[in-house]
């Protein structure tokens, strides 16, 4: 996973941002130390070390983190899997406990980074979620 990561970074976010490009991930290094630090039991620090080694330059400028209950997730991620008819289910056959600890390893981040890390209530409409959002870029942005 992480050599996939470096790949991308020089490939495409390092010579993006170096055009002054703004570039979103749906998924990065603080969900990798969530999912495979505090969910799978990596342990978030080891993440931490391979993202700074294979990474140095690419550290995320603000972070969001959609929060919704368990149930509410699981049950949108196997919508989602069915409109796509996709056989990617490798996390909907996880426990709730592994989510929690996820979640938690989430709230670890947050707690470490609150300038960077926003946590969104994300159990609305789509619409809503998308607001809220776009209100935290806006303030985040002011502030630069």
Known sequence: MFAARADHCARRIEP???????????????????????????????????????CPESWPDLTFFL?????????????????????????EGESANFFRQVRDGYLVIQKREPERFRMIAAGGEVYDVAGKIWSEVEMWWAKR
């Open 67 to 91: 929060d919704v209950e368990i149930a509410t997730c699981l049950e949108r991620s196997r919508q989602r899997l069915r409109r796509e008819a996709s056989r990617e289910s490798r996390f």
């Open 16 to 54: 993006a941002r170096a055009q002054g490009i703004w570039v979103l991930c749906d998924r990065f290094t603080d969900a990798s130390e969530a999912y495979q630090g505090a969910g799978r039991g990596l342990g978030a620090e080891l993440v931490r070390q391979l993202h700074a080694v294979l």
